[in-house]
């Protein structure tokens, strides 16, 4: 399957803004090209004991992108993704119903929503009153999702590699 989903170094010497906005657009790519060239069994194989797998990789990053920007700061009237009756999470887990398209797409639709969350704040210093963790500043959450999005993907580095060998950031 191809995935092709563009994706470039972030600028080197601009603004804040513009910075933290290319290294989280260069992870969110990065992400999808751990994707290309593997087959939908190989994408839902769970390579570790825990049982995650690329996809759901991929899953949990769209109900991270989608509670964070959405939900949290944005303060949607929209629930958390991924979670079941009995209020436990099913973000990692890929359910029958779930096909490598939907959860892609999902995810690409939650990048772009963030997208719109950053852009519609005016600045990283615009903050919310959060009702669990009182104030909660833009800035925040754009650096805790580069880092969340690069954490996975260093798992996504490591799952590829056991699934077929392959290497590279």
């Not at 009182?134 to 260093?154: D, K, P, Q, S």
Request: aromatic share 6%.
């Amino acid at each position: 399957m191809t995935f092709a989903h563009p994706r470039s170094r972030p600028p080197r010497n601009a603004g804040e803004r513009e910075v933290l906005a290319g290294w989280l657009d260069y992870h969110r790519a990065t992400l999808l090209t751990k994707l290309e060239g593997l087959d939908d069994d190989q994408l839902r194989r769970p390579m570790v004991p825990s049982g995650v797998c690329l996809l759901g990789l991929v899953k949990h990053l769209t109900a991270v992108e989608h509670g964070w920007f959405v939900v949290d700061f944005a303060q949607a009237e929209e629930q958390y993704l991924f979670v079941r009756a009995d209020g436990t999470e099913a973000d990692f887990t890929i359910e029958p119903g779930d096909t490598t398209e939907s959860v892609v797409s999902g995810y690409l639709q939650a990048c772009e929503r963030g997208r719109a969350v950053v852009e519609a704040a005016g600045s990283l210093d615009a903050a919310v009153q959060h009702p669990e963790v009182g104030e909660l500043g833009l800035r925040w959450v754009v650096t805790h999702m580069i880092e969340e999005t690069a954490r996975h993907n260093g798992h996504a580095d490591i799952i590829r590699e056991l699934i077929d060998g392959a290497t590279g950031d």
